[in-house]
């Protein structure tokens, strides 16, 4: 059974950092492309973040271009974000996401929610102003 767990969100200052982790087990992490989502209050739930299988391929929401940068170590089992110059908009549950992937889609990153197969039960990250 495919476990997906977050960890690492909190209450911070605007300008402040976080460190999201999401730790996957039951599944080949390494053949597994990860995205992160958000869902703010009142809001539908909005792309963050993306990488492939082998993390050398991401994209981001124009929204945090520049100040977020996803990662991860296949050998722990683990994709992260990097949160820097957090504003009270980056207020949400944040969630991590996986699909598998195959030899050719192993290039391949989602930014489309309907296109993953597993979630974690999400982390909330408070910006205070």
């Known amino acids: 059974q495919v476990q997906l767990v977050e960890s690492g969100g909190g209450l911070v200052q605007a300008g402040g950092s976080l460190r999201l982790s999401c730790a996957v087990s039951?599944?080949?992490?390494?053949?597994?492309?990860m995205g992160w989502f958000r869902q703010g209050p009142g809001k539908e739930r909005e792309f963050v973040a993306a990488?492939?299988?082998?993390?050398?391929?991401?994209s981001y929401a124009d929204s945090v271009k520049g100040r977020f940068t996803i990662s991860r170590d296949n050998a722990k089992n683990t994709v992260y974000l990097q949160m820097n110059s957090l504003k009270p908009e980056d207020t949400a549950i944040y969630y991590c996401?996986?699909?598998?992937?195959?030899?050719?889609?192993?290039?391949?990153?989602?930014?489309?929610?309907?296109?993953?197969?597993?979630w974690g039960q999400g982390t909330q990250v408070t910006v205070s102003s």
């Open positions: 996401a996986g699909h598998p992937t195959t030899y050719y889609s192993r290039n391949n990153y989602y930014t489309d929610s309907r296109q993953y197969d597993d």
């Open positions: 039951g599944r080949t992490f390494s053949w597994y492309a």
């Open positions: 990488i492939n299988q082998s993390g050398g391929s991401t």
